[in-house]
């Protein structure tokens, strides 16, 4: 398996000015994340506050991001990181359907605006799970229920809905859907989760709904349950002024860091990780 020296989780601004930089610094980058880069930052409708390139679009910003990539060769793996690994001289992340290997990994995944569902993290791996593509077969001729916090998870409900006997949809958006015509769509405000006999309820403010597993489709999960281990406060993971965590080898950059939730502030950390990365690097391999 290649080992890269840096493996950047997130493709918005934060883990693009990090993979640029690496880049620059002659470092094997895998860059994971999405071709449309920041789902988020898709959606802004007028940035005014980005240095040099007057009022914008999320959109237009997103393109202008791009060709940057492209100047440099810059390929984005598409994959969702479900866990990372700290192994002593090099982290193992384990993707959707393949396993990951870096020296050094930056974390630029966003925050994760809403807080765990109450029975959440208790029944994770337990019939929760966060990664439809992967957990799927485990469905055939069983009930699934889908909580969905933005439009483009229907992808993985709809791949879902192919294996499980029965696929229940809950958006938590307003956006228009695009389900594959097995699904039935619930309504509600999800607030828990409970499990019994192996069988799981969905309470929300409008019902329960009960089925062999839930999973929870968020455009990102948080710090601290996508790194065992790590220093988190709350929604953010504590860094120094160098962008360091407490786990030798891992940095963060942009809003998974704290406020303010910014793009220029977003880039800085990401320009500062890198080189902190390329530096943590320079050690590895004096030792
Ligand atoms: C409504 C709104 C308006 C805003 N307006 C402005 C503004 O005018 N000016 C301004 O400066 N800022 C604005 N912001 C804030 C700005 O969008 C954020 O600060 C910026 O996008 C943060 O960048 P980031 O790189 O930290 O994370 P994000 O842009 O959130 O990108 C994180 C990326 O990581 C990916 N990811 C997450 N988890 C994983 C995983 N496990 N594996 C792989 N990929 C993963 C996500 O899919 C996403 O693509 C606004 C935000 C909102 C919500």
């Keep these: 398996m290649e080992r890269f020296d840096v493996a950047i989780i997130g493709t918005g601004p934060g883990g693009l000015e990090a993979a640029i930089n690496c880049r620059i610094r002659n470092k094997s980058v895998l860059l994971i994340g999405s071709k449309d880069l920041s789902f988020k930052m898709s959606r802004l409708e007028k940035v005014s506050n980005y240095l040099g390139l007057g009022t914008v679009t999320g959109e237009e910003m997103n393109k202008a991001f791009k060709k940057h990539l492209d100047e440099f060769n810059l390929d984005i793996t598409e994959d969702k990181i479900q866990t990372v690994y700290a192994m002593g001289d090099y982290f193992a992340l384990q993707g959707k359907e393949v396993m990951y290997e870096a020296s050094s990994v930056i974390l630029a995944t966003g925050v994760v605006a809403s807080k765990p569902l109450k029975g959440e993290n208790e029944f994770l791996g337990r019939g929760v799970s966060y990664c439809a593509t992967c957990d799927a077969p485990l469905y055939r001729g069983k009930e699934a229920i889908v909580v969905g916090y933005s439009q483009k998870e229907e992808e993985e409900a709809n791949f879902l809905a192919e294996i499980a006997k029965k696929v229940y949809y809950l958006p938590v958006y307003k956006d228009e859907r695009h389900l594959d015509s097995r699904i039935e769509e619930i309504t509600g ?63 963060a950059c942009g809003d998974i860091t704290g406020l303010p939730y910014q793009i220029a502030k977003a880039v800085g950390e990401g320009n500062i990780a890198a080189l902190s990365a390329v530096s943590y690097l320079a050690t590895l391999r004096r030792n």
Excluded: C, W
């Design 189 to 251: 405000k999800p607030t828990e989760i409970r499990r019994e006999d192996k069988t799981l309820t969905l309470v929300t403010d409008k019902g329960e709904y009960t089925a062999n597993g839930v999973f929870i489709l968020r455009d990102a999960v948080s710090a601290g349950q996508l790194v065992p281990g790590l220093e988190t406060d709350g929604a953010h993971v504590i860094v120094d002024r160098s962008m360091k965590t407490n786990i030798n080898g891992l940095f």
